[in-house]
């Protein structure tokens, strides 16, 4: 029922920034728990940060603290992840995930609604 759209992508260089959107439809965005996972070129799908349905609460994988900031619009069915001082480490296809639950949800089996995914391209 829920549907998940990624955008923002790119390709940029070291130091940079990017902003991901991940729009939501069919659903009240509010209600869920919502996710970032990424993958990179040779490696499984991994957790990046998290938010609970009112944006209160928040959570990043130790590598991105700092760094990436995760938010939501519920009025605009929208959720955001801010990337700054980006190294080539970040490059991989990012995801929007959404679950209805909550909790501690750090795994992809947590979550049960996924987008296409958004390419991050980050040169040295």
């Known amino acids: 029922q829920v549907q998940l759209v990624e955008s923002g992508g790119a390709l940029v260089q070291a130091g940079g920034s990017l902003r991901l959107s991940c729009a939501a439809s069919g659903g009240t965005l509010s209600s869920y728990t919502m996710a970032w996972f990424r993958r990179a070129p040779g490696k499984e799908r991994e957790f990046v940060a998290t938010?609970?349905?009112?944006?209160?609460?928040?959570y990043y994988t130790d590598s991105v603290k700092g760094r990436f900031t995760i938010s939501r619009d519920n009025a605009k069915n929208t959720m955001y992840l801010q990337m700054n001082s980006l190294n080539p480490d970040d490059t991989a296809v990012y995801y929007c995930?959404?679950?209805?639950?909550?909790?501690?949800?750090?795994?992809?089996?947590?979550?049960?609604?996924w987008g296409q995914g958004t390419q991050v391209t980050v040169s040295s």
């Open positions: 938010t609970t349905g009112d944006g209160g609460r928040t």
């Open positions: 995930a959404a679950t209805p639950y909550y909790g501690r949800m750090y795994s992809s089996t947590d979550y049960g609604y």
